[in-house]
Each structure stands twice: as structure tokens, then as C-alpha cells.
């Protein structure tokens, strides 16, 4: 049975991300200044190794998720592309924006990414969820009962 582990995000694990080669985010977490980083990070055990893991932000308003966005997601010239986005997210509060959930590549297909999506709805049951979808990760984002923010590449849930 799977856990979910809340550990500060600091450089001992930013070491431990460098050394990971077989996620999706983890070479890129692990080269970013800590100062670009939430202060814990949430990671999946399996018997006590970690299966994966889970960047979230958690934000009061929807200003500071457009801010988020528009540094490290839109382009300048193509933020017209992501109108929809910015008409959903406008009036919002209390946000959690889910920046990487990735699942080791030995640990893939057992359902933990799935687990940790759950962990999340129970505990902020009141807040919307945000995700900047790649589209490999779409379906699986789908059958966790998020949907599509108009016609951009971001999904929510609740």
C-alpha cells in the first residue's frame, strides 16, 4: 500500500532528484534555484522507496497561478492561445496547482500516480485544481475527473 510522505524541498533532495533518471521532472527540479521551489514536496513510498513524487502550489488567488504561468508556461507572443485559461482562473481562490506528479519508470502502471491525485482531492476538498497537461499525460488526467479548460492545454478539477 502506498504512502504519501511530506518532505522539505532543499538541497540534500534536490541532490537525490539529480541522481534520478527515470521521471520526467526530476533533472529539472533538481537545477532549479530553491527560491523557485515549494517548500515540501510530497513523495509516493512503496516499502519505503519512493515510487514518485508531487510538486503542488498552493495559492490564495488565481493572480498568482497567472503569474506562475505566465513566467514558466506562455510565451509572450502566444498568451492570446491561452485566453480561456485567464477567463476560468480570474475570480478564483484557494488554488492548488499541480506542477509535476511523476511515477518512477519501476513503479509505473500500479496505480500511485492515481493514488496521489486521490490523496490530494481528500485533502483540499474545497480548493480547484489546476494542471498544465502535456498531451501524453491527458487521458490519465481525464480518468482522475479533470476536464479541459476551453481550448488550452490546462485542466481542473472541481
Known amino acids: 500500500m502506498p504512502t504519501i510522505i511530506t518532505k522539505p524541498f532543499d ?3 534536490q541532490s537525490i532528484f539529480s541522481e534520478i533518471t527515470t521521471s520526467y521532472h526530476a533533472w529539472e ?5 530553491l527560491s523557485e521551489l515549494p517548500k515540501e514536496i510530497h513523495i509516493i513510498e512503496v516499502e519505503q522507496e519512493m515510487a514518485g513524487y508531487g510538486v503542488i502550489w498552493e495559492y490564495s488567488s488565481g493572480k498568482q497561478l497567472v503569474q506562475k504561468a505566465e513566467q514558466d508556461y506562455f510565451n509572450s507572443d502566444e498568451k ?3 485566453k480561456d485559461f485567464y477567463i476560468d482562473i480570474k475570480n478564483k481562490t ?3 496547482f499541480i506542477e509535476a506528479l511523476d511515477v518512477l519508470k ?3 502502471g500500479n496505480g500511485y500516480g492515481a493514488f496521489f491525485v486521490n490523496w490530494l482531492k481528500e485533502k483540499h476538498t474545497n480548493k480547484k485544481m489546476y494542471v498544465y497537461a502535456l498531451e501524453k499525460s491527458r487521458n490519465f488526467w481525464y480518468k482522475q475527473d479533470f476536464e479541459t479548460v476551453g481550448n488550452t492545454v490546462w485542466m ?3
Not at 527540479?29 to 534555484?33: A, C, E, G, P, T
Open 11 to 13: 538541497q540534500e533532495m
Open 29 to 33: 527540479l533538481s537545477q532549479k534555484d
Open 80 to 82: 492570446y492561445l491561452e
Open 94 to 96: 484557494d488554488i492548488i
Open 106 to 108: 519501476d513503479y509505473e
Open 156 to 158: 481542473s478539477y472541481n
